[in-house]
């Protein structure tokens, strides 16, 4: 079946570095890419959908500055948390659904970011 | 806009016995109805898919679903619970024109005790 690769699974960094996590489809194309942020005993909240080619969208609330979103190819998507702060710590997952196909998502296996 | 809602925090249950996760949904038009399932420290898993056709839908690791339109509700059931199955379990829907954004109800944590 569809692979989604993230990475890393987990990153420890400190407050003020940045942080890029990779979403690859590895066997597959996809047009737009989903990242999620996972606060802890707390469902998903959907940041942002990744665009191949263009500008993501990003869902209310979330700061474009600082979570740096970049989806050059159709297979790749990046999330970059800028000047990290602890309050950034959480659980990262991106999810991608091949181009022309709308019946599943294909979801990464996540990030683990601890930011001291 | 749509929504998806668990109303358990969490479901205890005897392994051997049957169980019940509770989903409801709101959502403009025909819904795209999903459950996965986390494991700590790690991803979610697809379990199964409600599209169209049959309302009973059989997925992985022995679970099913049933999709009822007059009460918006898609709850996940299994009829003997593993202690293996014990892990967060969240339902989304994604409406038609909505793309391929999913929305996630805020997860059911599944205790399954031996």
């Known amino acids: 079946g569809a692979v989604v690769s993230q990475h890393p699974s987990r990153v420890i960094c400190k407050s003020g570095t940045s942080v890029k996590i990779e979403c690859r489809s590895l066997?597959?194309?996809?047009?737009?890419m989903f990242w999620y942020r996972q606060f802890p005993k707390q469902s998903l909240m959907l940041m942002a959908t990744?665009?191949?080619?263009?500008?993501?969208?990003?869902e209310q609330g979330v700061e474009k500055d600082k979570f740096l979103i970049n989806h050059a190819s159709l297979t790749l998507s990046t999330l970059t948390v800028t000047s990290a702060h602890p309050e950034d710590s959480s659980f990262y997952i991106c999810?991608?659904?091949?181009?022309?196909?709308?019946?599943?998502?294909?979801f990464g296996s996540g990030t683990q970011l601890s930011v001291l | 806009a749509q929504s998806v809602a668990q109303p358990e925090d969490q479901v205890n249950v005897a392994e051997g016995n049957p169980l019940t996760v509770k989903c409801t949904y709101s959502?403009?038009?025909?819904?795209?109805l999903f459950w996965y399932v986390q494991y700590p420290n790690r991803g979610l898993q697809f379990l199964l898919k409600?599209?169209?056709?049959?309302?009973l839908v059989k997925g992985s690791y022995g679970f099913e679903a049933e999709f009822n339109k007059s009460q918006t509700s898609f709850h996940l059931k299994k009829p003997s619970a593993l202690v293996s199955d014990s892990a967060l379990y969240f339902c989304?829907?994604?409406?038609?024109?909505?793309?391929?954004?999913?929305?996630f109800g805020g997860g059911t944590r599944l205790m399954v005790k031996p």
């Open positions: 999810s991608a659904t091949p181009t022309g196909g709308y019946e599943k998502l294909f």
């Open positions: 066997d597959f194309q996809a047009t737009t």
């Open positions: 990744s665009n191949e080619g263009s500008k993501a969208t990003y």
């Open positions: 959502v403009s038009g025909n819904p795209y």
């Open positions: 409600y599209i169209t056709g049959d309302n």
């Open positions: 989304a829907v994604r409406a038609l024109n909505a793309g391929n954004m999913l929305t």
